[in-house]
Nanobody, 121 residues
Framework: QVQLVESGGGLVQAGGWLRLSCAAS????????MGWYRQAPGKERELVAI???????NYADSVKGRFTSSRDSDRNTVLLRMDRLNVADAAVYYCYAQTRTNALCEQDDYWGQGTQVTVSS
């Protein structure tokens, strides 16, 4: 089992920035990928950024060049720096972790409780 706790959401004006952080606990040695998803009202949850176990980071096209995600595997944390925010970025942001399958672990998906990001125009 893996537990994920996000922090850092809030209200920001368009053009501003926010930084989200996510701390993982539990069976963190099972984690392969970590990243961020978001869900706006009336919309499906969508990928924002994902960092694989080899360090490759993939971003949604809508955030490329504005958002930066980093991962500290030793501290089991993942960060999301969001610059030049616009109203379309407003959503609940969820931390995500996928665990691998091996002798000690099973593949599964884990989610944080979500943190609200509000962008005012």
């Amino acid at each position: 089992q893996v537990q994920l706790v996000e922090s850092g959401g809030g209200l920001v004006q368009a053009g501003g920035w926010l930084r989200l952080s996510c701390a993982a606990s539990g069976d963190t040695f099972c984690i392969s990928s970590m990243g961020w998803y978001r869900q706006a009202p009336g919309k499906e949850r969508e990928l924002v950024a994902i960092i694989t176990s080899d360090g490759t980071t993939n971003y949604a096209d809508s955030v490329k060049g504005r958002f930066t995600s980093s991962r500290d595997s030793d501290r089991n944390t993942v960060l999301l720096r969001m610059d030049r925010l616009n109203v379309a970025d407003a959503a609940v942001y969820y931390c995500y972790a996928q665990t691998r399958t091996n002798a000690l672990c099973e593949q599964d998906d884990y989610w944080g409780q979500g943190t609200q990001v509000t962008v005012s125009s």
